[in-house]
T-cell receptor, first 114, second 111 residues
Framework: EAGVAQSPRYKIIEKRQSVAFWCNPI?????LYWYQQILGQGPKLLIQ????????DSQLPKDRFSAERLKGVDSTLKIQPAKLEDSAVYLC????????????FGEGSRLTVL | GENVEQHPSTLSVQEGDSAVIKCTYS??????FPWYKQELGKRPQLIID?????GEKKDQRIAVTLNKTAKHFSLHITETQPEDSAVYFC??????????FGAGTTVTVRA
């Protein structure tokens, strides 16, 4: 079974630039999550989708972050403009359905903002 | 929302000894408590989980206990081995399906 795919694995940008991350969840998984993991901290939920609808985006800094999952499969997370404090690993995860606790994580996209 | 606190932040144990990590949660409606292991530079992976209708669960050298009254749960690793060195995260999920993670515990197993 293929896992959660993410790209790019690494990205270096200057502050005020924009960046986009892509995620392809495990086939058949209805729920998709984007987490931000700052070095030395636990993953922090940014946004959670159920199919193509948003379940929770209460911790997404909406002035600069946006995410979509238009067809209920792939998802993109965009940051524009980036700040220094956005430097982190952005983890995408999926689960079979809402409330099914086991999350399968991708390898993550490491963002460095200079 | 759910607030999960995890202790200790770092733990160093001698190979063969046991390691215990403790977490507390704030939302009494939380009903599912997974533990994830993250090796350096790799993705978090589920190692064990427990639901609110169970007090203890064991899988070979790892076990998890849950005290719903006190709102805390713990991970126990016995006979630790070097490959157990990693960051361990506890998490809790509430009725509104949000999974919140603790800050993590860096476990180092000394040979």
């Amino acid at each position: 079974e293929a896992g959660v795919a993410q790209s790019p694995r690494y990205k270096i940008i200057e502050k005020r630039q924009s960046v986009a991350f892509w995620c392809n969840p495990i086939s058949g998984h209805a729920t998709l999550y984007w987490y931000q993991q700052i070095l030395g901290q636990g993953p922090k939920l940014l946004i959670q989708f159920q199919n193509n609808g948003v379940v929770d985006d209460s911790q997404l800094p909406k002035d600069r972050f946006s995410a979509e999952r238009l067809k209920g499969v792939d998802s993109t997370l965009k940051i524009q403009p980036a700040k220094l404090e956005d430097s982190a690993v952005y983890l995408c995860a999926s689960s079979l359905r809402l409330g099914n606790g086991e999350l399968f994580f991708g390898e993550g996209s490491r963002l460095t903002v200079l | 929302g759910e607030n999960v606190e995890q202790h200790p932040s770092t733990l160093s144990v001698q190979e063969g000894d046991s390691a215990v990590i403790k977490c507390t949660y704030s939302d009494s409606a939380s009903n599912y408590f997974p533990w994830y292991k993250q090796e350096l530079g790799k993705r978090p992976q589920l190692i064990i989980d427990i639901r609110s209708n169970v007090g203890e669960k064991k899988d070979q050298r790892i076990a998890v206990t849950l005290n719903k009254t006190a709102k805390h749960f713990s991970l126990h690793i016995t006979e630790t081995q070097p490959e157990d060195s990693a960051v361990y995260f506890c998490a809790a999920i509430t009725n509104d399906y949000k999974l919140s993670f603790g800050a993590g515990t860096t476990v180092t197993v000394r040979a």
